[in-house]
């Protein structure tokens, strides 16, 4: 069998004995036609009717090592990248739809969240061919982060008490005192 390609004269192959034929090393998302003729000792036959095809890329694997940090407010995701992917969908609790989409890297902060809520997520990877299938599912849960140690303490005698004073610590909203280092 000779094999031809978009209408041309010169077949992209002859002498093929069998009934299948792979034509390899073409572009992605552009429209083949091909027609194939018998061929014997007498010569080449008419042409077949046409096929068309159009190859596209395979999905992209599914990413892998998805691990969750969380934060204050929010929560960092970083994940192994995934063959054929160009970018990534990230989507959070089981929803359908993601939160981001068209992420180009392997790391994404998700922000403005609520502290003491955990949140659950997954990615996947995305190409010209669709969305490929969901990483594992890795879980944080955000939180304020820990007050700095209170500063300036001095202690001030009076009759069987002692006051305290210090200076405010970021991030604290109460305070715990300690006596003789317990």
């Known amino acids: 069998y000779n094999v ?10 002859t ?3 069998a009934t299948t034929y792979f034509d390899k090393n073409l572009t992605n ?3 083949y036609t ?3 003729a018998g061929v014997n000792t007498a010569g080449t036959g008419a042409k077949s009717n046409p096929a068309e095809a159009t190859p596209q890329s395979a999905l992209p ?29 990230v989507f959070r609790d089981g929803n359908a739809t993601p939160v ?16 003491g809520t955990k949140y659950a997520y997954k990615v996947a990877g995305v190409n010209a061919a669709g969305t490929g299938p969901m990483s594992n599912e890795a879980t944080a849960t955000p939180a304020a982060p820990l007050p700095a140690a209170p500063t300036g303490l001095s202690a001030t005698a009076g ?15 109460s305070y715990n005192v300690y006596r003789n280092g317990a």
């Open 4 to 13: 031809y390609r978009n209408g041309a004269a010169t077949p992209v192959a």
């Open 15 to 17: 002498g093929i004995a």
């Open 29 to 31: 998302g552009t429209k």
């Open 34 to 36: 091909y027609t194939v």
């Open 61 to 89: 694997d599914a990413p892998t090592g998805l691990s969750a940090k969380a934060g204050d407010k929010e929560v960092t995701l970083t994940w192994t990248a995934a063959a054929r992917a160009t970018t990534y969908n």
């Open 100 to 115: 981001a989409t068209g992420v180009t890297g392997a790391t994404f902060g998700d922000k403005n969240l609520t502290n």
């Open 159 to 173: 009759d069987k008490q002692v006051s305290l004073a210090w200076t405010a610590a970021a991030n604290a909203t």
